[in-house]
């Protein structure tokens, strides 16, 4: 049996406690590895681990140096393409015809981007009028913040954990990563590739365990962590909050989201449907950015229903290693169980359930797996908490809205704000109303089409600052002003 370990000061160590979880396969059931789960004394290591590296040869480097090393990672896991897609699906269920197009190559270009971009950004200067009349110079320099505390979700494990680490470590911070309990395998084989390319010991640091009262709280509580950039649901992020807080340590968080979708009469249909099946089905429906409440306008209301029941329906459902493979399992039992009550929910509250609903029947060896089938429901109350409540599962509701003003106010009628889709061709329209929707990110006549340049982040309850391009470098680093009088 596999037995993964952290990464610690450039070696891979067990716990001395000798405490081990299973990684269990969403797919069959079976515990496919053990795991080392951190206490303090693993996390203090590693952050003491993080804190030596920082005043040695990493914190020297030039950002071309740097950069340089930043762009063998990313070649690095180029060249270990396959490994990272196996321990990714293996971990996650997920098909390997979605993790080798988007997962594994979001990864590498992680690295890429920002290595890129640090090289080519300027810093501001302003000179300014002195009484004596020789004037002063103001500049400002850049500095990492430090060691920076990553905790990272289950839904696309390498791809969320190295949106964080690729800036963190182009600014020339190192980090403490504890990827989530569901998926440890990708950043612990981030590790080797670290190793292989030349990233010093103790920049890239990896901890296993829980949340709370675990490797996660651990962390949070960790005095000598600078900041900490966290992805994961809400509730957490207050928890993170609040342990930030003390020692007043920045937090960057990128949190849940009950995602709009909202669909005019005169869009084109056949790329609405296309986008609004990916949107609420693809990684089976675990994606934060993903749509659970689609608004559609009523001339095109039925249509747009058959056509989305009829797509849901023609999906494949499948393990990752079938080719026609495109609907994976949810996580874990424990996830399905919260999926399937909101399943219940909404039949309490009296929805019309237009497909899916419950649990697919698998053949014998995919028995023992998380599956669940992909679910549409019309006909409930807008306040019903299948609507308001993120459920992070492959289902949504569709309601009809008949006009723009309504369907805006819809949109905006939760706390969360993250992303939104907009389906119209009506140019006017989609500029009209993208600009009065109230999330961070939103897509006209497309989703999740990403440039890594953009900032990316949610408004509302979904989010605190904005990560991507040069907004990264907000977080990443300390902005200092020199002024030299002249
Ligand atoms: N906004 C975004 O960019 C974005 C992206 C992906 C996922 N998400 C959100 O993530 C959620 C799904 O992921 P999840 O279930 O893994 O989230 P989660 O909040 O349960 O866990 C995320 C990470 O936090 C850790 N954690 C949990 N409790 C902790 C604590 N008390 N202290 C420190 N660490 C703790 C977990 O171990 C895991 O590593 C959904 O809500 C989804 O919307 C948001
Ligand atoms: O599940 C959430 C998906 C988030 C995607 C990104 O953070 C990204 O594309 O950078």
Not at 269 to 285: H, M, P, Q, V
Not at 362 to 386: K, R, Y
Request: charged residues 20%; glycine residues 12%.
């Amino acid at each position: 049996m596999k037995e993964i370990k952290h990464f610690i000061g450039g070696a891979f160590v067990g716990s001395a406690s000798g405490k081990l979880f299973d990684n269990v396969s969403p797919a069959n059931g079976q515990v496919i590895g053990r795991v080392h789960e951190a206490g303090r004394a693993e996390v203090d290591a590693a952050v003491k681990a993080a804190r030596a590296a920082l005043k040695g040869p990493w914190g020297k480097m030039t950002v071309a140096e740097r950069a340089e090393i930043l762009h063998r990672v990313a070649d690095g896991i180029t060249a270990r393409f396959d490994e990272f897609l196996e321990a990714e699906c293996l971990d996650t269920g997920k098909p390997k015809s979605l993790a080798s197009h988007i997962d594994i190559p979001r990864g590498a270009a992680n690295f890429k981007v920002f290595a890129d971009l640090l090289k080519n950004v300027a810093n501001e200067a302003f000179e300014m009028a002195t009484p004596d009349g020789a004037g002063a110079l103001n500049y400002g320099v850049r500095r990492p913040k430090g060691v920076i505390g990553v905790i990272s979700p289950w839904n696309l494990p390498l791809l969320l954990m190295t949106w964080k680490v690729g800036p963190a470590l182009a600014c020339g911070n190192c980090v403490v990563v504890k990827p989530s309990e569901e998926t440890p395998l990708t950043a612990t084989l981030l590790g080797e590739v670290m190793q292989a390319a030349g990233v010093p010991a103790g920049v890239y640091n990896v901890v296993h365990g829980f949340g709370g009262d675990s490797a996660g709280a651990f962390l949070t509580e960790h005095p000598d962590v600078d900041a900490y950039t966290f992805t994961g649901e809400t509730g957490t992020g207050e928890t993170i909050m609040r342990a930030a807080a003390k020692g007043v340590r920045q937090v960057s968080l990128e949190l849940g989201g009950k995602n709009a979708g909202i669909v005019f009469a005169d869009c084109d249909l056949d790329k609405a449907i296309e986008g609004t099946l990916r949107s609420a089905f693809a990684n089976c429906g675990q994606v934060c950015l993903g749509t659970e409440r689609v608004y559609v306008e009523r001339p095109i209301f039925d249509a747009f229903v058959a056509r989305l029941k009829a797509g849901a329906e023609a999906l494949k459902i499948g393990e990752p290693n079938d080719p026609e493979a495109n609907f994976g399992p949810l996580i874990s039992h424990k996830h399905r169980e919260k999926v399937l009550s909101y399943y219940q929910q909404a039949v309490d509250d009296g929805a019309t359930v237009v497909t899916g609903g419950g649990v697919p029947e698998m053949p014998a060896h995919l028995a023992g797996g998380a599956w669940v089938q992909p679910t549409i429901w019309t006909g409930l109350a807008d306040d019903s908490a299948v609507v308001t409540e993120e459920i992070f599962g492959p289902c949504c509701h569709i309601r009809p809205f008949d006009s723009e003003e309504e369907a805006i106010e819809l949109a905006n009628s939760l706390p969360y704000g993250l992303a939104s889709a907009i389906w119209t061709e009506n140019a006017s329209r989609a500029h009209r109303v993208a600009g009065q929707i109230e999330a961070g990110i939103v897509w006209v006549n497309s989703w999740f089409l990403r440039d890594l340049r953009t900032a990316f982040g949610g408004s509302k309850q979904s989010g605190i600052g904005r990560e991507g391009g040069v907004h990264s470098l907000e977080f990443y680093t300390e902005l200092k002003n020199i002024c030299v009088k002249l």
